[in-house]
């Protein structure tokens, strides 16, 4: 009889050890999913917009040919990498698609930076369709808006796989007072989803 009740009283201690140790880890899980592992937006920041084609073909209607090498820094501050796939970035002018720019997969590593680049052709007569193209030329800006949607997978500590996805929107402002002279800049936002 004695030790049957030292055996209840055993498994007793032993469940509630158990029950201890289960509460405490959980605990710590999800105090580190609301700190540490918290998805933090990432950093995207364009370097300059580089002129890598400028051609103007004379006849009527003239033909103009300009290509753009678009080169993008992101910084993911966070402690899980993003894998994603071919996607492609689409160019606007005034809400109409002007050029698409393919972006490659790639890894973009936990806590670091990646650079994605690509270079795209303008579509000029969709620019001569728009009737506000001839005043902005005027005025010497025109003010591109770049978005692209990536697809992929985040990975954190090398066991845990989330699909998420990236938003990313950068204005681009194309500034010319002559043809001799054309400054470029820009600026990206870039938001996660889970």
């Known amino acids: 009889m004695v030790s049957g009740g030292k055996s209840h009283r055993d498994l007793k201690i032993c469940c509630g050890v158990t029950i201890l140790r289960f509460i405490i880890v959980l605990t710590v899980l999800v105090a580190l999913s609301l700190t540490i592992l918290k998805p933090k937006q990432p950093q995207v920041t364009p370097l ?26 992101i910084n993911n501050r966070n402690y899980g990498s993003f894998k994603y796939g071919d996607t492609t970035a689409n160019i606007s002018y005034r ?35 728009n009737p506000y193209f001839l005043m902005d ?40 007072h002559d043809l001799a002279m054309i400054n470029i800049s820009s600026s990206c936002q870039s938001h996660i989803h889970l």
């Open 137 to 176: 030329v005027e005025v010497g800006n025109l003010n591109l808006t770049s978005s692209s949607i990536m697809h992929g997978k985040v990975r954190v500590f090398e066991f845990l796989k989330i699909k998420a996805t990236t938003f990313t929107t950068c204005d681009i402002g194309v500034f010319f």
């Open 95 to 129: 809400g109409n698609v002007v050029a698409e720019a393919p972006i490659e997969h790639g890894t973009i590593p936990s806590r670091g930076k990646h650079n994605i680049s690509t270079s795209t052709e303008l579509s000029f007569d969709k620019f001569l369709s």
């Open 48 to 73: 300059p917009v580089t002129l890598e084609k400028f051609e103007l073909v004379p006849g009527l209607p003239p033909i103009l040919n300009v290509t753009l090498g678009i080169v993008v820094t």
